[in-house]
C-alpha cells in the first residue's frame, strides 16, 4: 500500500489546514491509521490516530485543535487542523498498520509551515 500525503502549506497563525492521506488501495482492512509530525533534530511524534471503526486517539497536546477522520470509501483519512501556531510547523506523515504504533506503510509526508 502506497501512502500519499497532501493538504501541507503556508498558513498564517491562527489559520486552518486539512491534510489528506490517500492510500493506493482499499483501507477497509487497514485496521489502524495515524498522523505523526517531524521537525529536524526531533524526534517523530504521533498527532493523532485512527481504528477502522472510528475510535480516535490524540496526543494530549494536539486535543481540541486537531480532528482525525477517515473515508474507507475515498481510500482517505484526514487531519484537520485549527488555531494553528508557529509551532506546528513539520513535515506531516501518515501511517497504516495492523495496530497502534504497528505501522507496515508510510508516506512521505506533506509540509506544514506557520508563519506570518
Known amino acids: 500500500v502506497q501512502l500519499v500525503e497532501s493538504g501541507g502549506g503556508l498558513v498564517h497563525p491562527g489559520g486552518s489546514l486539512r491534510l489528506s492521506c490517500v492510500a493506493s488501495?482499499?483501507?477497509?482492512?487497514?485496521?489502524?491509521m495515524a498522523w505523526y509530525r517531524q521537525t529536524p533534530g526531533k524526534e517523530r511524534e504521533m498527532v493523532a490516530g485512527?481504528?477502522?471503526?472510528?475510535?480516535?486517539y490524540y496526543t494530549d497536546s494536539f486535543k481540541g485543535r486537531f480532528t482525525i477522520s477517515r473515508d474507507n470509501a475515498k481510500n482517505t483519512m484526514y487531519l484537520q487542523m485549527t488555531n494553528l501556531t508557529p509551532d506546528d510547523t513539520a513535515m506531516y506523515l501518515c501511517?497504516?498498520?495492523?495496530?497502534?504504533?504497528?505501522?507496515?506503510?508510510w508516506g512521505q509526508g506533506t509540509q506544514v509551515t506557520v508563519s506570518s
Open positions: 488501495e482499499t483501507i477497509t482492512n487497514i485496521n489502524f
Open positions: 485512527i481504528y477502522g471503526g472510528g475510535t480516535t
Open positions: 501511517a497504516a498498520g495492523g495496530g497502534f504504533e504497528e505501522y507496515n506503510f
